[in-house]
């Protein structure tokens, strides 16, 4: 077990020691593409793609002797689940249970997640970071990483200790540095749990400075009452903890507002960039997290790859902030990491291009 001064070194090292890409092999990398039996440019945003992941993954060789190949696989996604207190100020559809019966729907295969995983070719694992009631039973795409049972209601007090904070993102940082150890070339992020767009909210409004009613949405379901309701919890949420809010420390912001998935999933993105690989960002609720990551190291943003654009109102405004253009936009509000793992596919089609087309030299073709 580390203490709170282990766990505030370990951290620190990974957020001042993450590289930024070699943005000089963009062109390098460009040539190649322009090289290709096709159009300058006719493959868009695939050609953009497979650039930034050629920056990311070949600047890692120091001496190249030829073009480098370019690669997303394996991929795996983790689904990190977690219970908020939040949760009974009556700002989600569904109760709290819920979580516990989709984490063990995860395991049996049942969720949309294993079904597009599946599709997709990723692997999956599902991570208890801060779930309510018994320990779920062994399973080996389960990873038991239960801070506490749920976080405190944001509402009325802190919904972490920084200490608690502290734990969830190095536990992110581990699932990073396990995904590397296995050989994984990119990760994915996925969340589950009921409220959750609750605490994201107030973070993109804490982190912004733009108003509630940018970010917030219907969730799971919520009418326009339940809108109106939740977004006056999250307004009143934001001015008990103005001080915190006003401070704009990333971490202190984090322990307040977030929740244990949450800030897993933001050590995991500074974990992966870290760790130099290909990260992939699902929708509302991970890029939360990110933007966390984001605060604490803006350099972060160079290895992310937003997914899809979320149907959830406030992710927009988010993207618009970071000036990102998400992958997909198929009106996905699921979560999960669904969204990260139908742009995998499409990851994986980008370096493909890259590495197995025909070049018009190959054909013979003179250009004049």
Not at 6 to 33: E, F, G, M, V
């Amino acid at each position: 077990m580390h203490t709170e001064e282990q766990l505030n070194i370990k951290i620190n090292n990974i957020i001042k020691n993450i590289k930024k890409i070699d943005t000089s092999l963009y062109s390098l990398a460009q040539a190649h593409l322009d090289s290709l039996a096709k159009p300058l440019g006719s493959l868009g945003q695939l050609e953009e793609i497979a650039a930034r992941i050629f920056c990311i993954q070949a600047g890692q060789d120091e001496s190249p002797k030829k073009m480098p190949k370019i690669s997303v696989d394996p991929a795996c996604i983790y689904t990190i689940a977690a219970a908020h207190g939040v949760s009974a100020e009556g700002v989600a559809v569904h109760p709290d249970v819920v979580n516990n019966v989709m984490v063990k729907n995860f395991l049996q295969g049942g969720a949309g997640i294993n079904v597009f995983c599946n599709t997709a070719g990723v692997e999956q694992f599902v991570v208890d970071a801060g779930c309510t009631g018994a320990e779920f039973e062994k399973h080996p795409r389960l990873l038991s990483e239960r801070i506490a049972n749920g976080t405190k209601n944001l509402a009325k007090e802190a919904a972490m200790s920084r200490f608690e904070c502290l734990k969830a993102l190095e536990l992110g940082i581990r699932l990073a540095e396990k995904a590397k150890n296995a050989g994984y070339k990119a990760v994915g992020t996925g969340e589950m749990g009921i409220g959750n767009t609750t605490p994201s909210t107030a973070l993109f409004a804490a982190f912004t400075g733009l108003e509630v009613e940018k970010f917030v949405g219907a969730g799971a379901g919520l009418d326009q009452a339940g809108i109106k309701h939740k977004k006056n919890v999250i307004t009143n949420a934001l001015k008990l903890h103005k001080k915190v809010v006003d401070g704009q420390d990333p971490i202190e912001i984090l322990a307040t507002l977030g929740g244990f998935e949450i800030a897993a999933l933001a050590g995991l993105c500074l974990g992966a960039v870290y760790y130099n690989l290909v990260l992939v960002i699902d929708g509302f609720i991970s890029s939360a997290a990110f933007l966390t990551a984001y605060k604490l190291n803006p350099d972060v943003l160079d290895y992310a790859f937003f997914s899809h654009l979320s149907a959830e109102q406030g992710h927009i405004a988010f993207l618009t902030t970071l000036k990102q253009k998400p992958i997909l936009d198929l009106q996905l509000r699921l979560g999960e990491g669904t969204g990260a793992a139908l742009a995998i596919f499409l990851l994986r089609a980008a370096c493909n291009i890259f590495n197995d087309m025909a070049t018009l030299e190959s054909l013979n073709v003179l250009l004049e």
